[in-house]
């Protein structure tokens, strides 16, 4: 079969990719969305310093589910960062969340 280049740049013809190929494609090559304290205090509607207290490890508040920061450079200064995604992914399944309830 001959392979011609299509209107967006792509190979037609020959071997062609599944949609479940191409959306797992898709998602592996997704870049990651990076949220600061800030940005994830108003999604979670919850305070800084409750941030803080969930991810004390032996504090009264402390969540073992809560998401983890990730640090964003090299070094000591490195800031820290809350992927967009873990953060979704806890929000859907807890009850930790302000203004939702699991019944």
């Not at 299509?6 to 190979?11: D, E, L, Q, V, Y």
């Not at 803080?52 to 009264?60: A, E, M, Q, T």
């Not at 009850?95 to 699991?102: F, I, L």
Request: aromatic share 4%; charged share 25%.
């Amino acid at each position: 079969m001959k392979e011609t280049v299509g209107p967006t740049g792509g190979i037609q013809g020959g071997n062609s990719m599944s949609s479940e190929q191409g959306q797992t494609l898709a998602q592996a090559t997704q870049v990651p969305v990076y949220l600061t304290k800030r940005q994830l205090s108003k999604l979670l509607q919850i305070s800084e310093t409750t941030i803080d207290n969930r991810l004390k490890p032996k504090g009264r508040w402390s969540c073992d589910r809560f998401p983890k920061p990730h640090p964003v450079g090299d070094g000591i200064s490195a800031i820290r960062r809350w992927d967009q995604r873990e953060v979704l992914e806890y929000m859907n399944h807890s009850s930790d969340v302000a203004g939702t309830s699991k019944s």
